[in-house]
């Protein structure tokens, strides 16, 4: 749940505050700063813990700030003096806290973690969309039933820094967005940033779902790529055990994600034993279908039919595949996340793992990095390592993983050193890897690994740990 702090005085305070709790969904944990006894309303909800105290003294609202992580902040108060002073406080403790609060005095403030909502012109707004020829809210365009939406994108969204091209929309889509004061052509490449505004059209059962997935930060993954979980194994180039212990973490994988199903397709199988083996591992569990090919139909034929069919979010596949060019060509294609699984399988990943590189590339899958890690109950490790001298500056890029790792209610380890990461990464054990995937990885390269110093290209051609391959935009 996120925690906001909420800070009410002076004559819009109760009619904002009865409008918080007819809102309220449970989703939320709110504290609830207030001086006059007539806002409190009569059924106080569970999730709402109030405060009576003066919000300018800067030691009773430390007490507040201190006591609970919060996401955010809303303000509004009788006068101007008291809010900037309130203002003041909060950013004497909580420099990075996004707070909205609302104006009727003209502030001007120069900080990307504050909205203001000028009171003045929002009560001018709604008086000019009820004259003639002026155009209206959302709501009362189309059929009237909520068919179109407004939905911010909040931080640690499992759809920020997700390029649009990689959400799949299925009857709804995105027509519009607002990035600050401009409007944003739409194209399948778009990153998703927090804070943007997109406009959505579709189903309006189907918005209010998209407008709950967007809001949570929390088990969402494999969404916003699809909705299930597709294991594509080739028997004929896997041995009995091989086999056997890859059914076995595939079984884990499907626990611990909040996927709805799991699709198994099995190809060029070898002998009736094994089929059997894999048949019994899965047979009680009604989430996973198993689909048998003894034809041999080439790869892209099943991944065209299957990823339209079953709404695919993440797909599995064994680090042998990747050294079949046929397969290779296939899987660099795909547009969803990979899971490779390695050599060393435990059933039980311990930890995820995560080498920054390049910042843009990180900072897209940043939210699938502790989305994963909340699904699977794992502390996120983080190596920060320059051994070679780039310097560059990821000052910016590591405060975002903190924060993240808040939101996510996540342990978080960050080590920053100039050591070797590779040599990091080998001494790591029940571990899963967490990287961008890349056009470059699957380019031909010399087999004298001395000659590499890029993180990613040496970690995917390891065959030790699994890894999950997030698909990025590449600048």
Do not use: C
Not at 355 to 380: C, G, H, R, W
Request: proline residues 4%.
């Amino acid at each position: 749940m996120k925690k906001i702090l909420i800070i009410l005085d002076g004559i819009v305070a109760k009619k904002l505050m009865r409008r918080i709790v007819e809102s309220n969904t449970t989703e939320n944990n709110y504290d609830v700063v207030y001086m006059n006894d007539a806002i409190v309303p009569d059924q106080k909800p569970s999730n709402f813990t109030f405060y009576k105290f003066d919000p300018t003294s800067e030691s009773k609202l430390a007490m507040v700030l201190d006591k609970d992580i919060h996401v955010q902040a809303l303000i509004a108060l009788n006068s101007k003096d008291e809010m900037l002073n309130v203002i003041k406080n909060i950013k004497a403790r909580k420099n990075t806290l996004h707070i909205s609060i609302l104006d009727y005095w003209g502030i001007e403030i120069e900080d990307p973690y504050i909205n203001i909502y000028k009171g003045i012109e929002v009560l001018a707004n709604g008086m000019v969309e009820r004259l003639p020829n002026i155009p209206v809210m959302a709501q009362n365009i189309g059929l009237k039933q909520g068919e179109i939406m407004e939905i911010k994108i909040p931080f640690g969204s499992s759809y920020a820094y997700r390029y649009i091209g990689s959400i799949e929309q299925n009857e709804w889509k995105i027509f519009g967005l607002y990035r600050g004061e401009r409007l944003i052509n739409i194209k399948p490449s778009l990153i998703l940033k927090p804070n943007d505004t997109i406009l959505v059209i579709g189903k309006p059962t189907v918005l209010m779902q998209v407008y709950n997935a967007i809001g949570k930060s929390q088990g969402q993954f494999p969404m916003p790529f699809g909705h299930h979980l597709y294991f594509y194994l080739d028997m004929y180039i896997q041995t009995k055990q091989r086999i056997m212990d890859v059914v076995k973490e595939v079984k884990y994988l499907n626990q611990m994600f909040k996927n709805t199903k799991m699709i198994i397709r099995i190809t060029r199988p070898t002998t009736v034993g094994i089929l059997d083996y894999i048949k019994e591992s899965f047979k009680d569990d009604d989430s996973v279908l198993i689909r048998i090919d003894y034809h041999y139909i080439d790869m892209r034929r099943h991944l065209k039919n299957d990823m339209k069919k079953y709404d695919i979010g993440m797909v599995i596949l064994t680090n042998e595949m990747f050294r079949v060019k046929e397969y290779a060509r296939e899987i660099k294609t795909l547009k969803v996340p990979i899971f490779k699984l390695g050599e060393e399988l435990t059933g039980s990943i311990k930890k995820t793992t995560v080498i920054v590189n390049d910042i843009n590339s990180y900072e897209q899958i940043s939210p699938v990095i502790f989305d994963v890690a909340s699904q699977l109950k794992t502390k996120t490790k983080i190596f920060d390592m320059d051994p070679i001298g780039e310097e560059t500056d990821k000052t910016t890029l590591l405060n975002h993983f903190e924060n993240l790792a808040k939101i996510f209610n996540q342990k978080v380890e960050i080590i920053s050193n100039d050591e070797n990461p590779i040599r990091e990464l080998k001494k790591q054990s029940n571990t899963l890897q967490i990287l961008p995937l890349k056009d470059e990885m699957f380019k031909q390269r010399f087999s004298w690994k001395f000659l590499y110093t890029n993180p990613d290209l040496i970690s995917f051609d390891m065959k030790k740990y699994s890894q999950l391959l997030i698909p990025v935009i590449e600048e």
